[in-house]
């Protein structure tokens, strides 16, 4: 019977699907990372006090760029390329979700309305990675060997989700209220989308590797394809409320160090 742990287990126990999920994970993290430090030099003067709590989510991404890498390392194994269409960064930012590289490329100052479109998005695709590292925790917190870096990455997760929920809401009462709930919108109903699409590249990838039958690769395709569909037809407002979470200044303090992995 498919279940996600059995799945997870099974990637996990090949060096190169296991290889294959730490690269992309360790590559989305990273220009998680690089986006966050580029906003936080650029943070308008009028928004300078958020600037330490988006250099320690930067910093926290970068640190789970390197955790990853150092669960590959453990094994012996080395990054491998990461497959265009299994970027799921890239392809939010060629589809207009978040902030342009293009533009935190350049040395000018942002907009407050730029702060409040990368709040948003943040919002959106971390409420997508607490409910994946929450899915990943239950199953494998105990595990010898990747226990410790999803506890570690998980916890990191649902801070950064409760410090969009808190700073969206400080601007929502400034007057943004409406351009944070049509740019919620935009982004998770994208989001949905490309988030299928990745899942279904991932799978291929994996059952290539894997050598998965076809009929397996349909069910889970299906399964991909039933997920969509239940977020698309109201699944995706989950992502767009704004609540005060119960953890309060959740990234008002230095980012914590990575686990060591002998």
């Known amino acids: 019977?498919?279940?996600?742990?059995?799945?997870?287990?099974?990637?996990?126990?090949?060096?190169?699907?296991?290889?294959?999920?730490?690269?992309?994970?360790?590559s989305g993290e990273s220009q998680g990372g690089w986006e966050n430090a580029r906003i936080a030099t650029l943070v308008p003067e009028s928004e300078r006090g958020l600037a330490p709590k988006i250099t320690r989510h930067g910093a926290d991404e970068d640190k789970h760029g390197r955790i990853f890498n150092a669960l590959m390392k453990k094994r012996g194994?080395?990054?491998?390329?990461?497959?265009?269409?299994?970027?799921?960064?890239?392809?939010?930012?060629?589809?207009?979700?978040?902030?342009?590289?293009?533009?935190?490329g350049r040395d000018e100052r942002l907009a407050v309305q730029d702060i409040v479109t990368y709040l948003s998005h943040s919002r959106v695709t971390e409420q997508r990675a607490s409910e994946q590292m929450d899915l990943l925790r239950k199953h494998f917190a105990d595990d010898p060997d990747i226990g410790r870096a999803v506890k570690q990455i998980s916890g990191d997760e649902d801070n950064h989700l409760a410090y969009c929920h808190e700073e969206l809401l400080r601007f929502a009462y400034a007057g943004h209220g409406r351009a944070i709930q049509r740019t919620l919108r935009e982004c998770a109903l994208a989001e949905i989308r490309i988030y299928r699409d990745v899942s279904l590249a991932v799978m291929a990838n994996m059952g290539r590797i894997l050598g998965w039958s076809k009929a397996k690769s349909a069910v889970l395709a299906a399964g991909i394809h039933a997920m969509y569909?239940?977020?698309?037809?109201?699944?995706?407002?989950?992502?767009?409320?704004?609540?005060?979470?119960?953890?309060?200044?959740?990234?008002?303090?230095?980012?914590?160090?990575?686990?060591e992995f002998a």
């Open 77 to 104: 194994l080395d990054p491998v390329p990461v497959p265009p269409e299994t970027d799921y960064t890239m392809l939010l930012e060629k589809n207009g979700i978040g902030l342009a590289h293009e533009q935190l």
């Open 1 to 26: 019977m498919l279940s996600a742990k059995s799945l997870f287990q099974e990637i996990l126990a090949n060096d190169e699907s296991f290889a294959l999920f730490c690269s992309i994970a360790a």
């Open 229 to 259: 569909a239940y977020e698309r037809l109201g699944g995706w407002r989950r992502m767009v409320s704004l609540e005060m979470p119960e953890r309060r200044d959740a990234l008002g303090g230095p980012a914590s160090a990575a686990p």
